[in-house]
């Protein structure tokens, strides 16, 4: 007779999941040691974002839920603060917009600009000051994506355009 060791305290990739995959944060119970998700909750998201179409959870997100010590909650997305897709550096963001802000001071200080002071134009795409830019109060930062210069020349071709329409 054949016996085999088969205890999960030798292989952690064994071990049942102890919370729901939906990133719920919601507790398995015992009696759900097959699945990964709750009853009605695999659902909720056709295809969960944390988890590729084979169900093998990101490396990123895992490392980070291991250094919270509990799995993340749902919107939170995992930035990599280098711009490297490396595991070494990694910042957990609460929401998509915050993450959003983190790539566009990532790209004001790649093009050699200061991301407190400096803004890149959406048009020329040249790091000015933010004093380059009109007000715009309805817009995240308070500030067009276009400089004045940029605004002012299209705004004349425009004019041209329109003038020689009539």
């Known amino acids: 007779m054949i016996t ?9 990739d064994l071990q049942v999941p102890r919370y729901c995959a939906c990133g719920c944060g919601e507790r398995l119970k015992s009696r759900w040691y097959l ?8 659902s909720r998201t056709k295809t969960p974002k944390r988890y590729r179409w084979d169900g093998e959870a990101r490396a990123h997100r895992v490392r980070a839920e291991r250094a919270l010590g509990k799995p993340l909650p749902r919107g939170v997305q995992v930035h990599h603060a280098k711009g490297i897709h490396d595991n070494d550096h990694l910042v957990i963001c609460q929401d998509a917009a915050y993450h959003k802000l983190l790539h566009a001071r990532m ?4 093009a050699g600009g200061n991301p407190n002071t400096e803004k890149i134009c ?7 000051p933010r004093t380059a830019f009109p007000i715009k109060r309805a817009a995240v930062d308070g500030l067009y994506t276009r400089c004045i210069d940029c605004s002012r020349t299209e705004r004349q071709a425009r004019w041209q355009r329109e003038k020689a329409a009539r």
């Open 4 to 12: 085999a060791d088969v205890s999960t305290r030798s292989r952690p």
């Open 107 to 110: 790209r004001i200080v790649a």
């Open 122 to 128: 959406g048009k020329c795409r040249q790091v000015k």
């Open 35 to 42: 699945t990964r998700f709750r009853p009605g909750h695999y």
